[in-house]
Protein backbone atom coordinates (compact mmCIF):
# COMPACT_ATOMS: atom_id res chain seq x y z
CA UNK A 1 0.00 0.00 0.00
CA UNK A 2 1.44 3.49 -0.93
CA UNK A 3 1.40 5.86 1.39
CA UNK A 4 2.35 10.04 1.42
CA UNK A 5 3.58 11.64 4.56
CA UNK A 6 3.73 14.92 4.91
CA UNK A 7 5.99 17.24 7.73
CA UNK A 8 6.93 20.93 8.23
CA UNK A 9 3.77 22.89 8.66
CA UNK A 10 3.40 25.33 11.38
CA UNK A 11 2.91 28.88 12.47
CA UNK A 12 5.05 31.81 10.91
CA UNK A 13 5.15 35.73 10.66
CA UNK A 14 4.94 37.07 7.54
CA UNK A 15 8.08 37.79 5.52
CA UNK A 16 9.53 33.84 7.09
CA UNK A 17 10.24 30.80 5.65
CA UNK A 18 8.96 27.52 6.30
CA UNK A 19 9.87 23.70 4.30
CA UNK A 20 7.78 20.95 3.16
CA UNK A 21 8.08 17.45 2.60
CA UNK A 22 6.38 14.81 1.58
CA UNK A 23 8.11 10.94 1.67
CA UNK A 24 5.93 8.10 -0.44
CA UNK A 25 6.46 4.83 0.53
CA UNK A 26 4.97 1.19 0.09
CA UNK A 27 5.50 -0.78 -2.93
CA UNK A 28 6.84 1.71 -5.21
CA UNK A 29 7.90 1.11 -8.89
CA UNK A 30 8.04 4.48 -10.55
CA UNK A 31 6.86 7.94 -9.17
CA UNK A 32 5.61 10.36 -12.05
CA UNK A 33 4.73 14.43 -11.58
CA UNK A 34 4.67 15.15 -7.72
CA UNK A 35 3.12 18.16 -6.49
CA UNK A 36 1.70 20.47 -3.67
CA UNK A 37 -1.42 22.12 -3.51
CA UNK A 38 -3.68 23.86 -0.83
CA UNK A 39 -7.08 24.80 0.00
CA UNK A 40 -7.88 27.88 2.24
CA UNK A 41 -11.34 27.90 4.31
CA UNK A 42 -13.61 28.67 1.89
CA UNK A 43 -11.97 27.75 -1.05
CA UNK A 44 -11.63 25.28 -3.81
CA UNK A 45 -8.14 23.00 -3.72
CA UNK A 46 -5.28 24.77 -6.01
CA UNK A 47 -2.40 23.50 -7.65
CA UNK A 48 0.62 25.50 -5.67
CA UNK A 49 3.43 23.82 -7.46
CA UNK A 50 4.41 20.57 -9.71
CA UNK A 51 7.52 18.88 -10.63
CA UNK A 52 8.22 16.21 -13.54
CA UNK A 53 10.57 13.21 -13.06
CA UNK A 54 13.01 14.89 -14.96
CA UNK A 55 12.90 18.15 -12.86
CA UNK A 56 10.56 20.52 -14.95
CA UNK A 57 8.57 22.43 -12.66
CA UNK A 58 5.26 24.64 -12.78
CA UNK A 59 4.35 27.00 -10.54
CA UNK A 60 1.10 28.87 -9.77
CA UNK A 61 1.75 32.62 -10.54
CA UNK A 62 0.95 33.78 -6.63
CA UNK A 63 3.83 32.05 -5.59
CA UNK A 64 6.41 32.86 -8.29
CA UNK A 65 9.83 33.78 -7.41
CA UNK A 66 8.75 33.02 -3.53
CA UNK A 67 8.40 28.85 -3.27
CA UNK A 68 10.38 26.36 -5.21
CA UNK A 69 9.47 22.89 -5.31
CA UNK A 70 12.17 20.29 -5.96
CA UNK A 71 12.61 16.63 -5.38
CA UNK A 72 14.95 13.25 -4.31
CA UNK A 73 14.37 10.58 -6.55
CA UNK A 74 16.42 8.51 -4.66
CA UNK A 75 13.93 8.99 -1.12
CA UNK A 76 10.93 8.87 -3.31
CA UNK A 77 10.34 12.72 -1.68
CA UNK A 78 9.31 16.18 -2.85
CA UNK A 79 9.87 19.47 -1.38
CA UNK A 80 8.64 23.09 -1.17
CA UNK A 81 10.78 25.80 0.52
CA UNK A 82 8.56 28.70 0.77
CA UNK A 83 9.70 32.27 1.41
CA UNK A 84 8.44 35.58 1.85
CA UNK A 85 5.23 34.10 3.01
CA UNK A 86 2.16 36.24 3.38
CA UNK A 87 -0.67 36.03 5.33
CA UNK A 88 -2.97 34.69 2.07
CA UNK A 89 -0.62 31.66 2.10
CA UNK A 90 -2.51 30.53 4.91
CA UNK A 91 -3.99 27.40 3.83
CA UNK A 92 -3.83 23.25 4.59
CA UNK A 93 -1.03 22.13 2.26
CA UNK A 94 -1.61 18.45 0.36
CA UNK A 95 1.21 16.84 -1.56
CA UNK A 96 -0.33 14.90 -4.61
CA UNK A 97 1.73 12.19 -6.68
CA UNK A 98 1.27 10.27 -9.91
CA UNK A 99 2.62 6.76 -8.64
CA UNK A 100 2.99 3.43 -10.29
CA UNK A 101 2.79 0.85 -7.39
CA UNK A 102 3.47 -3.05 -7.59
CA UNK A 103 1.05 -6.03 -6.09
CA UNK A 104 -1.21 -4.80 -7.50
CA UNK A 105 0.69 -3.14 -11.06
CA UNK A 106 -1.22 0.12 -11.38
CA UNK A 107 -0.79 4.03 -11.61
CA UNK A 108 -3.17 5.91 -9.58
CA UNK A 109 -3.30 9.55 -7.76
CA UNK A 110 -1.92 9.56 -4.41
CA UNK A 111 -2.70 12.57 -1.72
CA UNK A 112 -1.16 13.19 1.53
CA UNK A 113 -2.80 13.93 4.55
CA UNK A 114 -2.22 17.38 4.88
CA UNK A 115 -0.23 20.02 7.02
CA UNK A 116 -1.63 23.27 8.11
CA UNK A 117 0.54 26.05 7.21
CA UNK A 118 -0.18 29.47 9.04
CA UNK A 119 1.07 32.98 8.44
CA UNK A 120 -0.09 35.19 11.06
CA UNK A 121 1.47 38.50 12.93
Known amino acids: QVQLVESGGGLVQPGGSLRLSCAAS????????MGWYRQAPGNQRELVAD???????NYDDSVKGRFTISRDNAKNTVYLQMNSLKPEDTAVYYC???????????????WGQGTQVTVSS
Open 96 to 110: NADITSLLPLRTLDY
Open 26 to 33: GSIVRINV
Open 51 to 57: ISRGGST
